[in-house]
């Protein structure tokens, strides 16, 4: 399968910032964590940063920004809303075969 490369270094440093929603990541600990020069890792940085998706912090150390926290959170809602479904339809079918049952 072919790939973006470009796309690829970005989405690197994005699954990076993982666990770093409250607590920054600085860019040194970024480039050695992913084995890539700095200036690779301020670019994917600025363009998550540009896109919401990460967050430079006060101290200058990078986080998760306010749109990955969203999608996280929207993605959460939508499995609590499909776990939901799922639970009527079980106590829908238990009902019927306790009917069916006669008990």
Known sequence: MSTVKSAEKVLKVLKALTGHSLAGVTNQELAKQLDEPPAQITRALQT???????????????????????????HSQEIDKAQGRISEH??????????????
Do not use: C, T, W
């Open 90 to 103: 079980l106590q829908r079918v238990f009902a019927g075969v306790k009917q069916i049952s006669g008990s």
């Open 48 to 74: 998550l940063v540009a896109e919401g998706f990460a967050q430079q912090l006060d101290d200058g150390s990078y986080a998760l920004g306010n749109r990955m926290v969203s999608m996280a959170h929207a």
